[in-house]
């Protein structure tokens, strides 16, 4: 079974600039979510969809950050404009139900984003 | 609100040898679930195991257990027989039902031969 892919998996930008990640989930999983991972700390929930609906965005800096799942499938994160606090990576995770306890979460690589 | 505190930044431990990582949450739900995610250095985290606080019984998976402490809001993770390929980040995460996964800030696991 292929696991969760993302793209790309390092990318450098200046600050202002506008960068965009891509997630293929699991196939079959309802739920995806992206996490943002600061060096030195355990990775922070940004947003989950469950298929194409936005389940929770509550940490989502949303005056820059956005977030869509077209057809509940694959996912794009944008940050536009960047800042030097986005430095992170950037990872996408997907289960197969409803996001509960039960329902195991699979983690894809990561992007490593750095800005300057 | 939930927290999650991992107290040991960096820990090591002689492969063959057993090591325990703490883990401390804070949350006022009495249903909640605890979770350890292990981070290698490629980065692709992966779940190691889960404990429902409901259930008096620590979980164990193989070589991985845990001691999970409901009064004093303690979850350690026990790994037996270390082995070259545990070294990695240790997560400790905790979810209230209904609620997002809440991880604390890691810990370095280095097994040393």
């Known amino acids: 079974e292929a696991g969760v892919a993302q793209s790309p998996r390092y990318k450098i930008i200046e600050k202002r600039q506008s960068v965009a990640f891509w997630c293929n989930p699991i196939?079959?999983?309802?739920?995806l979510y992206w996490y943002q991972q600061i060096l030195g700390q355990g990775p922070k929930l940004l947003i989950q969809?469950?298929?194409?609906?936005?389940?929770?965005d509550s940490q989502l800096p949303k005056d820059r950050f956005s977030a869509e799942r077209l057809k509940g499938v694959d996912s794009t994160l944008k940050i536009q404009p960047a800042k030097l606090e986005d430095s992170a990576v950037y990872l996408c995770a997907s289960s197969l139900a409803a996001g509960g306890p039960e329902d195991t979460q699979y983690f894809g690589p990561g992007t490593r984003l750095t800005v300057l | 609100a939930q927290t999650v505190t991992q107290s040991q930044p960096e820990m090591s431990v002689q492969e063959a040898e057993t090591v325990t990582l703490s883990c401390t949450y804070d949350t006022s739900e009495n249903n909640y679930y605890l979770f350890w995610y292990k981070q290698p250095p490629s980065r692709q985290m992966i779940l190691v195991i889960r404990?429902?606080?409901?259930?008096?019984q620590n979980a164990t998976e193989n070589r991985f257990s845990v001691n999970f402490q409901k009064a004093a809001k303690s979850f350690s993770l026990k790994i037996s027989d270390s082995q070259l390929g545990d070294t990695a980040m240790y997560f400790c995460a905790l979810m209230e039902y209904g609620n997002k996964l809440v991880f604390g800030a890691g810990t370095i696991l280095r097994v040393k031969s």
């Open positions: 969809f469950q298929n194409n609906g936005v389940v929770d």
């Open positions: 196939s079959g999983h309802a739920t």
């Open positions: 404990q429902e606080a409901y259930k008096q």
